[in-house]
Structures are given as structure tokens and as C-alpha cells.
């Protein structure tokens, strides 16, 4: 039982480059999550999507995108790197509505770093 | 979006029991309250959720007043790997935005 995957664990771009980082879930979950986490902070939401081809944003759109094909998978895509885009990402994952068997199952994280 | 309120740090020694409040005055009627932990370099796992009253679970025991205006996530005897950050939210993990707030960092030491 995998859980919620992401990849790749760290990486390191330089200013101007893009990259996509992936997110897939095992659980069936129509809920995904995209966050970041600057060191020292909580996490802020990046976007989210509530289903196939369904997606939103959150606190903190700006410099990111998203798209949502399947169920399955979530990747966020850096069109054109920062230096204030380093931070650690998060990606999760949950079922809709409130109370039990609701809560959020959270992906290892990406760190990356952009000089 | 009920928003929260909870301290920024707390110290403990290890065998106390630690109490971290959280104040979400404008709760609404279908509102849960859920609660995370997070370890360094880590993604948060969930600990507890209540809607009422009291919640008990293997990890913690979370404590909600009848106006639900707080919340009180109490976890016995801790021990050093119990230092991590502790989030409250509110309103469900499966709405349209699931907002952290900075989290209460609690240090447990020897």
C-alpha cells in the first residue's frame, strides 16, 4: 500500500528552468493537494482538485501550474524556476466531505532548491 | 474558513502530559476539528478528529467544549519523539481548501 508518492525527492534548478514535479495516490481519493513549505513555516496551499480535470487555486498560485488527467496523478509544473520557489513541496491527498476516514494523507515531500 | 488560533511553541519534559488549545471562534455547525503532527523533513500525519466532546484514540485524547468555540488536543507522557509540530484545522480535510496554519512547535526534553 503505497500511499501517496512523490518524485523526485530533491532537486536542484538553476533560475529560468522548468521542471514537473509528480504526485500519484493509490487510495481512490478525489482530493488532491499541492503545498509548500518554507523552512520554519506551515504550509501553504499551491492547488488543489477535487477530481479529474478539476482544479483550483489556493493561497499561493503564482510562478505554478497544475493539471489533473486522472484520478491517479497530480504534478505541478515550475515553468520558470525562482529563487523564492525554494521550499519543500508537499503533496496530498483525501476523500471529499468532513468527519471520519476524511483526513488527508501527505506525500515524503520534494526539496528543491533553485540558485 | 473557520480560522485558528493556537500557540506558536511549547517546552515539556518527558513523562508530562501536554494540553495544546486551539481557538477557531467562528466554527461552523458541520465543522470538524482535525488535528496533525509533523516530524522534521517529514509530510503531517494525521492524529485525531472530533466533532464534540471527547475523542480518545491509541495517540492522543482531543477535548472540544460544548460551544466549540476550542479545542484541546492532550497527549499523555510524552517522550522526545513526540517533539514535532502540531496543527489544528477546521472545517474537514476534504473541502474545497484545506488550509494549515503556522502550527504549535512542541519540544520535549529529557
Known amino acids: 500500500n503505497a500511499g501517496v508518492t512523490q518524485t523526485p525527492k530533491f532537486r536542484i534548478l538553476k533560475i529560468g528552468q522548468s521542471m514537473t514535479l509528480q504526485c500519484t495516490q493509490d487510495m481512490n481519493h478525489n482530493y488532491m493537494y499541492w503545498y509548500r513549505q518554507d523552512p520554519g513555516m506551515g504550509l501553504k496551499l499551491i492547488y488543489y482538485s477535487v477530481g479529474a480535470g478539476i482544479t483550483d487555486k489556493g493561497e499561493v498560485p503564482n510562478g505554478y501550474n497544475v493539471s489533473r488527467s486522472t484520478t491517479e496523478d497530480f504534478p505541478l509544473r515550475l515553468e520558470l524556476a525562482a529563487p523564492s520557489q525554494t521550499s519543500v513541496y508537499f503533496c496530498?491527498?483525501?476523500?471529499?466531505?468532513?468527519?471520519?476516514?476524511?483526513?488527508?494523507?501527505f506525500g515524503q515531500g520534494t526539496r528543491l532548491t533553485v540558485v | 474558513l473557520a480560522k485558528t488560533t493556537q500557540p506558536i511553541s511549547m517546552d515539556s519534559y518527558e513523562g508530562q502530559e501536554v494540553n495544546i488549545t486551539c481557538s477557531h471562534n467562528n466554527i461552523a455547525t458541520n465543522d470538524y476539528i482535525t488535528w496533525y503532527q509533523q516530524f522534521p523533513s517529514q509530510g503531517p500525519r494525521f492524529i485525531i478528529q472530533g466533532y464534540k466532546t471527547k475523542v480518545t484514540n491509541e495517540v492522543a485524547s482531543l477535548f472540544i467544549p460544548a460551544d466549540r468555540k476550542s479545542s484541546t488536543l492532550s497527549l499523555p507522557r510524552v517522550s522526545l519523539s513526540d517533539t514535532a509540530v502540531y496543527y489544528c484545522l477546521v472545517g474537514g480535510t476534504g473541502g474545497f481548501k484545506t488550509i494549515f496554519g503556522a502550527g504549535t512547535r512542541l519540544f520535549v526534553k529529557a
Open positions: 496530498a491527498s483525501s476523500l471529499p466531505g468532513q468527519g471520519p476516514n476524511t483526513e488527508a494523507f
